[in-house]
């Protein structure tokens, strides 16, 4: 008949529209069956149609935590969610038909029908590309960090007015300070622990971009002099405006001091 001619087309149309979501949709009955997914959604976990729709969510993608341990369905938050008719959203895993975890990032909500209740509709984005990528980001500033606290020389970032914004332990101890924070109470502008002007230094930096191998007695936190090689460069930002100072301290007191016997 012509009424349902036009309601297969509306639901073809529809089905369209939803094939053309790049996001994951799912929608799951109270039996945790699954009544409807879109391309994305099979694409993204590896099932043809066929072996998809009307299997039960959980045991197909869902059956496992991210270390391979059992996931029991009672537990699960989108079969809670589903039974109690209220929303949730989260990240959690989801397998692949391959056996390869996903991480997806979800956001569930009833849906309701003519009235009735006892669906959810779930829409799901695969992340895992971005977790891996703050995983690398994690691992490397772990990297650094473990070079910067264990580096022999003294390395610090100063604005130019001064301030210290960073210096890592050996740059403390050839300084006698015990930590970032009491060192940062001092301002190179205004305290006398070079071996230079401030102003003439700044200077230079400004002229030149770079100072390498600057030898000059600094003033420890007890008053006592250590000499220290200084190698800095000035930090610049897109549009050529100076934004901080970089450097390298080399505690020669040693050196110095052999030379002079």
Not at 66 to 76: H, N, R, S
């Amino acid at each position: 008949s012509s009424d349902l001619t036009q309601q297969l087309s509306a639901t073809e149309y529809y089905q369209t529209i939803l094939n053309t979501v790049n996001e994951g949709l799912i929608v799951i009955d109270c039996s945790n069956s699954v009544t409807f997914a879109n391309r994305a959604a099979i694409e993204i976990l590896g099932y043809r149609v066929e072996a998809f729709l009307g299997r039960q969510a959980h045991r197909l993608w869902h059956h496992s935590h991210v270390d391979g341990t059992a996931f029991p369905l009672k537990e699960c938050p989108i079969h809670r969610a589903c039974q109690r008719g209220e929303p949730w959203q989260g990240t959690d895993v989801f397998w692949h038909s391959d056996g390869t975890a996903i991480t997806v990032e979800i956001s569930a909500a009833p849906m309701r029908h003519n009235g009735a209740d006892g669906s959810l509709v779930f829409r799901f984005r695969d992340i895992s590309a971005q977790v891996k990528l703050q995983d690398k980001l994690r691992a490397s500033e772990t990297a650094f960090e473990t070079l910067f606290n264990n580096l022999p020389v003294g390395v610090y970032r100063t604005s130019v007015d001064g301030k210290i914004l960073m210096a890592n332990p050996a740059l403390l101890d050839m300084l006698g300070y015990e930590s970032l924070a009491e060192l940062a109470t001092v301002n190179l502008e205004t305290a006398n622990i070079m071996g230079y002007s401030r102003a003439e230094f700044r200077a230079r930096m400004m002229r030149e971009g770079e100072i390498v191998g600057l030898e000059s007695a600094w003033r420890r936190k007890d008053g006592s002099p250590v000499y220290l090689r200084e190698s800095v460069r000035a930090v610049k930002d897109s549009r050529g405006n100076l934004v901080c100072f970089e450097g390298v301290l080399e505690n020669v007191t040693r050196q110095r001091e052999d030379a002079l016997r």
